[in-house]
Each structure stands twice: as C-alpha cells, then as structure tokens.
C-alpha cells in the first residue's frame, strides 16, 4: 500500500500530461468561415429554394442566422464538439482517400473510436444532422426542426473550408500558422460586400453522408493552391497588411466564392432532401 500511494501523484501526472498532449494535438475550436461566412452561406441558401419550401425557410430567416453559429459556441462548453466540425482526411492515405469507409460502422470496426474521433467525425454528423431534420420534419416538430436546419448548415458549410479537411487545419505543418483564419474570416470579412456568389438551386440529395464526403473531398483538393496564395501574398511582406491581404484575395478570391456558393447550394440541397424524405409534409405557416 505504501509503495502504491507513492507512485500515484506520478501515474496521476503522466495521465494529465497525455490528455493535454491530446488536447493539444485536435484543431483549435473550428470556425469554417467564420460567424460572416456562416450566415452568408445560410443567407444565400434561402434563395436555392422550390417556391413553398423557401417561405417557411424564408419566415425563419432571422432564426437560422442567430443559431447557424450554435455548434461554435457549443465547443466552449463541449470539447468534444469540436470532432464534428473537421475530418482530417489526409491522415487515410493518399487521394482519393479510398482506404477510409463512408459507412460509419465499417470505419468503425477498421479504425477504432478512438482514431476516428481524433481525425474528425464531419461527415458522419452531416448524416446524423440530415436525418435529425428528416424525423423532426416528419413528425411536425417544427420549432425542433428550424434548429436542427440551423446546425446542419452550420456542418455543411464546414464540409466546404479546404482546412477542416486536413491535418494542417491551421498551417502549422507548413509554417504558414493561421492561414486558416486569414481564408475563412480575414478575407470574407474584408470583401464579402464584393462577392458574386451564385450557388445552383437545391436539388434531392440521395446519400447525405456520401454527399458530405464528395463535398470534403472537394473542398480539399483545393487545400494547396490555397496555400501556395498564402506564401504568394506574403512574399516581401513583414506583416499580414493591407497588401498581403489584397494579394491574397486576389489569387484566392475565385475557391473562396466557390466554395462559399457551393455551401450554400448545398445547405438548400439538404434542407429541401430531408423535407422531401419526410414525405413532403405540410409546411407551417
């Protein structure tokens, strides 16, 4: 007993240090887009929208846009949150990343939980979050439904930032820290008034999971021009200026609204699947 009690304050330091070599090891509290990004996407997706569909969504236009941001603010208090906002998809492999199953319980069983979870569960809860809809909708539950549409656009539109889908989420791995921000808030909160975003008009969606993992994969493959602009812009540069970020808008301008009007396309594409898979049900008014 003696010798026990000894050595439990070292066991008892060894486990903490691990946890926060763990924590430490996860991507900071994801912000695809950051809080603008977020609502321009659900703005935008409103007007992708069939007539009927788009006046209940309209109707609840300032609901959506005040709780597109609550799985965000929910990381403060739910650490684990954060694994639903990013799938590092580049620590499966090579491109196209066939080695990673899109069905959870066949990745489940080939990688563990604990693997699965620590590379990033976003995809998965785009599927979770679609059927969530589905049954709210389904059941009339409207007012759950309103909300659950907010926190699948806010996943969504995640699947589309280039850095929730890699281990280099913040540009760590390629000395270019905070890159991330600088693309998916610094530039949208600069010249968003500028943007000509033109997403397509929402269509039925007929696999929601394998659906996000096309948009993941998407989305990634633009994840090194992006950061080839980064180093671009900086060049001669001592700070992240006015310039640097004139010169980066300039060379990575056209993935930004891209992938923003992809988002949104895809926002509306969900909500109006998990309206159609809930048999169409009679809208409120």
């Given amino acids: 007993m003696q010798r026990w009690s000894k050595c439990y304050p070292w066991k008892q330091a060894v486990a903490a240090l691990v946890s926060l070599v763990l924590a430490l090891s996860l991507p900071p509290d994801s912000r695809a887009w950051g809080k603008s990004g977020s609502k321009l996407v659900v703005n935008k997706a409103i007007d992708t929208l069939p007539q009927g569909l ?41 491109f196209p990343y066939d080695a990673l199953p899109r069905v959870y319980k066949l990745a489940l069983a080939k990688y563990g939980k604990a693997k699965l979870e620590a590379n990033g569960l976003l995809p998965w809860q785009i599927g979770v979050y679609s059927e969530k809809l589905t049954d709210a909708m389904k059941a009339g539950k409207w007012e759950e439904a309103r909300l659950d549409a907010a926190i699948l656009a806010n996943y969504v539109a995640d699947a589309h930032d280039p850095f929730n889908t890699t281990d280099n989420f913040d540009g760590h791995l390629s000395g270019q820290i905070g890159v991330n921000e600088r693309f998916g808030a610094g530039l949208i909160d600069r010249y968003s008034s500028f943007f000509p975003m033109r997403p397509n008009d929402a269509v039925f969606i007929e696999d929601p999971t394998d659906h996000a993992f096309e948009a993941c994969l998407s989305a990634h493959s ?35 609204i891209r992938q923003l009007s992809d988002a949104a396309s895809d926002v509306g594409s969900y909500w109006l699947t998990a309206w159609i898979n809930a048999g169409r049900p009679q809208l409120p008014k």
């Fill in 54 to 94: 788009r006046e209940y969504f309209e109707n609840n236009r300032s609901f959506l846009l005040e709780h597109v941001t609550d799985p965000l603010e929910a990381i403060g208090k739910t650490p684990a949150e954060r694994h639903n906002h990013f799938i590092a998809i580049d620590k499966y492999g090579r």
């Fill in 222 to 256: 633009w994840l090194e021009t992006v950061l080839l602009a980064d180093r671009n812009a900086r060049r001669g540069e001592n700070s992240y200026n006015d310039d640097y970020y004139d010169r980066f808008y300039n060379q990575a301008a056209a993935i930004l």
